[in-house]
């Protein structure tokens, strides 16, 4: 389906914006069926020697005030087509009329093939190599200046886009799929973004990879990902995740690997797809109750590698590995404080189930991976809280946890299962339900906007708060987040 490419940019058209634009676009296709019915009879009549309908013939143009329009009816327009392309692999082509002094104008490569010192006289082009609704989308782009995108059919457009150097396409491209990165496609966006030399869009993948490194591991677009971008993110030091799960994703890109090359995935064919790419496993960093359980027991290890790895573990006198040892540095997590002082108060902070909360938003993509709360005024005390974090309503984080004060007014981190993804300039709901010692610290003098780093928070209350919390004071001094 098409994409808003520009989100937050431009306003959605109201309902009598849209009806105009959808009888314009019948009135378009009324037009074309009509000048091809004209131009059927204009060569039935010039081979007639007949003129009045060479009159009749150029009245279209007459209907469309501008060029873009008038170029808008010769899109997969057999009218005038002074070239064809046969578009798409063998039994899936499809033929595509064109024009080549609209096609020169709109891409250089287009121009060297029709107007260029070695331009050949060609009237059929034959290119296997592109689907056929990626070349449409472009030709549509160089005919209308019309951008259609879908998920489907980004990344072909993109190949296309950049095969034929029409780069303001490209760049829509890259922006479409910039704003529908998530950790599902960030590993498939990571090695396509390398092939087609887009440092940033590889940059936004590398901050979804790291920040969400469980989640993307565990994508099946993990398992799509070449051989040396597979390298490029077990090489990764950021990585937030368990070695445990970077060595099953291994395997598991592996057993792909192998159904790619037509191998039996025994585990001797996963070693062997594998090659060295193993080694930038770093076995040695799991806790030793993950490798007894699952990597010494997996097949994929020697029997001289697991041996060694168990006495790198428990022998004085380690012994050399090839395989790296130091634990991943991950990436450190950021605080933003809300308020500039705390409280307590004699007559308690409540809570009996209800609700504290409170919305904020950020002008850049960041994950956030809990919050920071308060505990008890009164020595120390466990807490169960319930945290949630919702957009427009709908919960895209949940989770129930134990915490420790130690009566001190610090605050305390509590965390959700994996980092949840913050997209910008939109408002978020951070909620919890605490349940514990009743004579608890809260914030105080709160702001509406905090500086952190790169990032800009903004702080508004929210209408899901039944227990005191707000901009000004309250609960949920802090949101841990990772950018």
């Keep these: 389906m098409a994409a808003e490419l520009f989100p937050g940019k431009k306003p959605l058209p109201s309902a009598s914006e849209q009806q105009q634009e959808q009888q314009q676009q019948q009135q378009r296709r009324q037009t074309n069926q009509q000048c091809q019915h004209t131009s059927e009879q204009q060569n039935v009549s010039n081979n007639n020697g007949g003129g009045a309908s060479r009159q009749a013939s150029c009245t279209w143009q007459g209907l469309y005030p501008t060029i873009r329009e008038r170029n808008s009816v010769m899109f997969n327009n057999d009218m005038m087509a002074d070239v064809y392309f046969v578009v798409g692999p063998p039994g899936g082509t499809q033929r595509v009329p064109g024009h080549?002094?609209?096609?020169?104008?709109?891409?250089?490569?287009?121009?060297?093939?029709?107007?260029?010192?070695?331009?050949?006289d060609q009237d059929e082009i034959r290119i296997p190599d592109v689907e056929p609704?990626?070349?449409?989308?472009?030709?549509?782009?160089?005919?209308c200046d019309e951008i259609e995108l879908c998920a489907d059919t980004v990344l072909a457009t993109l190949?296309?886009?950049?095969?034929?150097?029409?780069?303001?396409?490209?760049?829509?491209c890259v922006t479409f799929l910039e704003t529908s990165l998530s950790a599902k496609n960030a590993c498939v966006l990571l090695s396509q973004s390398c092939l087609f030399e887009e440092p940033e869009l590889t940059q936004r993948c590398w901050e979804v990879?790291?920040?969400?490194?469980?989640?993307?591991?565990?994508?099946?677009g993990f398992c799509d990902m070449d051989a040396r971008t597979l390298e490029s993110v077990l090489r990764r030091e950021t990585l937030n995740a368990k070695e445990m799960v970077v060595f099953e994703a291994a395997l598991g890109w592996a057993q792909a690997e192998c159904l790619r090359r037509d191998l039996r995935p025994t585990v001797d064919n996963k070693r062997?797809?594998?090659?060295?790419?193993?080694?930038?496993?770093?076995?040695?960093?799991?806790?030793?109750?993950?490798?007894?359980n699952g990597a010494a027991q997996s097949g994929a290890l020697t029997p001289t590698e697991?041996?060694?790895?168990?006495?790198?573990?428990?022998a004085a006198n380690k012994?050399?590995?090839?395989?790296?040892?130091?634990?991943?540095?991950?990436?450190?997590?950021?605080?933003?404080?809300?308020?500039?002082?705390?409280?307590?108060?004699?007559?308690?902070?409540?809570?009996?189930?209800?609700?504290?909360?409170?919305?904020?938003a950020v002008d850049r993509r960041v994950f956030v991976a809990g919050?920071?709360?308060?505990?008890?005024?009164?020595?120390?005390?466990?807490?169960?809280?319930?945290?949630?974090?919702?957009?427009?309503?709908?919960?895209?984080a949940q989770r129930a946890a134990k915490y420790f004060s130690d009566g001190s007014s610090a605050t305390f981190a509590v965390w959700f299962e994996h980092p949840v993804q913050i997209e910008p300039d939109a408002f978020y709901t951070a909620s919890v339900v605490l349940d514990g010692n009743e004579l608890s610290y809260f914030g105080q003098e709160g702001m509406t906007e905090v500086q952190c780093g790169k990032v800009t928070f903004q702080f508004q209350c929210s209408s899901d708060s039944t227990n005191g919390t707000g901009v000004q004071g309250g609960q949920i001094p802090e949101l841990i987040f990772y950018a």
Excluded at 210 to 220: G, H, T
Aim: charged share 20%.
């Design 100 to 120: 080549k002094y609209v096609l020169a104008v709109g891409s250089s490569v287009f121009h060297a093939m029709f107007y260029g010192e070695l331009a050949e």
């Design 133 to 143: 609704p990626s070349f449409l989308a472009m030709l549509k782009y160089i005919y």
């Design 159 to 172: 190949y296309a886009a950049k095969k034929y150097m029409v780069p303001h396409l490209a760049r829509a």
């Design 209 to 220: 990879i790291d920040a969400q490194a469980e989640l993307a591991l565990r994508s099946d």
């Design 272 to 292: 062997l797809v594998l090659g060295k790419a193993i080694y930038l496993i770093r076995i040695p960093a799991m806790a030793l109750e993950d490798f007894a």
């Design 306 to 314: 697991t041996n060694a790895i168990f006495l790198w573990y428990t």
């Design 319 to 360: 012994p050399e590995l090839p395989f790296a040892s130091a634990p991943r540095r991950g990436l450190a997590p950021q605080r933003c404080h809300r308020f500039q002082s705390c409280a307590y108060r004699s007559n308690q902070w409540r809570y009996r189930g209800r609700c504290d909360s409170i919305q904020f």
């Design 371 to 396: 919050f920071g709360l308060y505990g008890s005024s009164a020595g120390s005390a466990e807490y169960g809280a319930r945290m949630e974090l919702k957009r427009q309503g709908a919960a895209v």
